[in-house]
């Protein structure tokens, strides 16, 4: 049985994208986190000094 080769074009033609909003709440949930890990890391650095 032959296979057929698939090309990089071919292969980016099918490449499925996440949605624009499904990216900006994923961006607006990292930074949440992000904030929160400094808040939490600055309070910590408080403790130990």
Same mark, same amino acid.
């Given at each position: 049985? =032959?296979?057929?080769?698939?090309? !990089?074009?071919?292969? @980016?033609? +099918? @490449? +499925?994208?996440?949605? #624009?909003?499904? #990216?900006?709440? %994923? !961006? =607006?949930?990292?930074? /949440? +986190? #992000? %904030?929160? =890990?400094? /808040?939490? /890391? =600055?309070? @910590?650095? %408080? !403790?130990?000094?």
């Amino acid at each position: 049985m =032959a296979t057929k080769t698939n090309s !990089l074009v071919d292969r @980016l033609r +099918t @490449l +499925t994208l996440p949605t #624009v909003d499904d #990216v900006r709440d %994923g !961006l =607006a949930s990292y930074m /949440e +986190t #992000v %904030g929160r =890990a400094d /808040e939490l /890391e =600055a309070r @910590l650095s %408080g !403790l130990t000094t």
